[in-house]
Antibody, heavy 119, light 107 residues
Framework: EVQLVQSGAEVKEPGESLKISCKGS????????IVWVRQMPGKGLEWMGM????????RYSPSFQGQVTLSADKSLNTAYLQWRSLKASDTAMYYC????????????WGQGTLVTVSS | IVMTQSPATLSVSPGERATLSCRAS??????LAWYQHKPGQGPRLLIY???TRATGIPARFSGSGSGTEFTLTISSLQSEDFAVYYC??????????FGQGTKLEIK
């Protein structure tokens, strides 16, 4: 069974750093791109970026370029989404998902990580 | 590519048919997916290639369309079908954009 398991909910203060994770199988981290998607409270889904763990090729949405960092550790079958300095507007649910690549949708998703940024 | 879904909310009784629409700002050919999203879960892929059901998806879900106009039809609504539905174009790599969602609620 394909699974992407995300790290637990986080509560942080503005200005703090954060790294959340998404763990999958060896097959997923060898052959698929890992995608990150944001859902702000009461809003829809926004594609943030994606990383190919095999060679760390990374693509960012222009809306998120410079705001977050994607990384992956193929030896741990884990991808990461990182912030250096959180803002209240980063409060959202974050999902990881996978895609095989060009012209392929996101076939499996993680359960989501809720990030709350509040003073 | 901007994806626009309508309506924003659809109220339907169990057992009835639901029809959801999705429009792309430019042609995405058949590179269109539909996802079902329930609270507390990650989205689930329902339809890809505009009309192909993903593995394990019941036959009451069907998709149609190509180019810029797409439809998701649920033929006889079950209680577990009430959720938010998103369309997504995966034509413009890697900027796979979503519609804003249609909330399917019980009438």
């Amino acid at each position: 069974e394909v699974q992407l398991v995300q790290s637990g909910a986080e509560v942080k203060e503005p200005g703090e750093s954060l790294k959340i994770s998404c763990k999958g199988s060896e097959d997923t981290f060898t052959n698929y791109w890992i995608v990150w998607v944001r859902q702000m409270p009461g809003k829809g889904l926004e594609w943030m970026g994606m990383i190919y763990p095999g060679d760390s090729d990374t693509r960012y949405s222009p809306s998120f370029q410079g705001q977050v960092t994607l990384s992956a550790d193929k030896s741990l079958n884990t991808a990461y989404l990182q912030w250096r300095s959180l803002k209240a507007s980063d409060t959202a649910m974050y999902y990881c998902a996978r895609t095989y690549g060009d012209y392929i949708p996101f076939d499996f998703w993680g359960q989501g990580t809720l990030v709350t940024v509040s003073s | 590519i901007v994806m626009t879904q309508s309506p924003a909310t659809l109220s339907v009784s169990p057992g009835e048919r639901a029809t959801l629409s999705c429009r792309a700002s430019q042609s995405v050919t058949s590179n269109l997916a539909w996802y079902q999203h329930k609270p507390g879960q990650g989205p689930r892929l329902l339809i890809y290639g505009a009309s192909t059901r993903a593995t394990g998806i019941p036959a009451r879900f069907s998709g149609s369309g190509s180019g810029t106009e797409f439809t998701l039809t649920i033929s006889s609504l079950q209680s577990e079908d009430f959720a938010v539905y998103y369309c997504q174009q995966y034509h413009d790599w890697p900027r796979y954009t979503f519609g804003q969602g249609t909330k399917l609620e019980i009438k």
